[in-house]
């Protein structure tokens, strides 16, 4: 359905069971727009002056659905920024008419999440009493057809933080925000888009793929550059320190290093190997050196006689 064009009503009118973010969504829409929310179950309360739970003790669901009809015609005849309407308000076959006049987006949410949403709060009259869950369903049953009946668009909620819920509506409705800075910039924040801990775990997989192919294209024994790995010069990726201050141990082949820097692959056996030659010329030196001081202390006394 295409939106409403009432230069006498509200620029946007959020509708939506119990759960479905409509006061939050509500603040953060009328922010980019610059203009007002009306919330009509606070306006309901205000005109009471008693909370809803207290009207619904008092007077039952029917004394609240006559107030509301009329808070809610009021508002829809008078208010002209954005107007948050309480989950049952399309129940009024008056408030559904007057509906049909103005940009009404329906905020879709899942049974699953709403009840998720919902069930840690005891201040819905209509979700109170030993089985919330079977409450919910049947209102879902019965609200959704009129929600969709009188909705100009319809944008999911599951999943979604409130901000990538008012972007979606700005869209589907071509809405521009006053303040394009405060989308883009990340003013307010949760209104901007952000990278999150979830994209930064793709972009890790991904560099990882790309790692795992460059090195399965590599020709086996070969050095990042072409070279093969035995003959490969000392540069930043592909030569390990000298063992000792030399340039190779004793037996003449250059160590390496344990870790390919372009790939990231390790190389357990070379390194292993490279260790152990690595240890077999510290123990032959110090040998050595033992050897030379003896020889040298032999030679000492020898001169002193």
Do not use: W
Not at 212 to 223: D, F, I, L, V
């Amino acid at each position: 359905m295409s939106a409403h064009t009432d230069p006498h009503g509200p620029r946007v009118v959020l509708i939506g069971p119990p759960g479905a973010g409509k006061t939050t969504i509500g603040r953060k829409l009328a922010r980019e727009l610059d203009v007002e929310l009306y919330d009509t179950d606070a306006g309901i309360e205000e005109t009471a002056r008693r909370s809803i739970a207290e009207i619904f003790a008092a007077d039952g669901e029917p004394g609240f659905r006559r107030l509301e009809e009329e808070v809610v015609g009021r508002a829809l005849r008078t208010e002209q920024g954005v107007v948050s309407l309480g989950g049952g308000a399309v129940l009024s076959e008056k408030t559904r008419a007057l509906l049909r006049e103005c940009t009404v987006v329906y905020l879709e949410i899942s049974i699953a999440e709403g009840l998720r949403r919902t069930g840690a709060t005891n201040t819905r009259p209509l979700l109170g009493g030993t089985d919330p869950g079977t409450k919910y369903r049947e209102l879902m049953r019965s609200r959704r057809p009129l929600y969709r009946e009188v909705a100009s668009v319809r944008v999911r909620t599951d999943g979604r933080s409130p901000g990538r819920v008012v972007r979606a509506i700005m869209g589907k409705l071509g809405l521009e925000p006053v303040h394009p800075e405060t989308m883009e910039a990340g003013l307010p924040a949760d209104a901007a888009p952000q990278r999150t801990s979830r994209s930064r775990a793709r972009r890790r997989a991904r560099a990882r793929a790309r790692r795992a192919a460059a090195a399965q294209q590599k020709p086996a024994g070969a050095s990042p550059a072409g070279i093969p790995a035995e003959d490969a010069g000392a540069n930043d990726a592909g030569r390990a320190k000298p063992a000792e201050g030399k340039g190779s141990d004793t037996t003449g082949a250059p160590a390496h290093r344990t870790e390919s820097t372009d790939t990231g692959l390790r190389t357990p056996g070379r390194s292993r190997r490279a260790r152990a030659r690595r240890a077999r010329a510290r123990r032959q030196q110090h040998e050595q050196a033992e050897q030379t001081q003896a020889e040298q202390k032999k030679t000492g006394t020898e001169q002193s006689r």
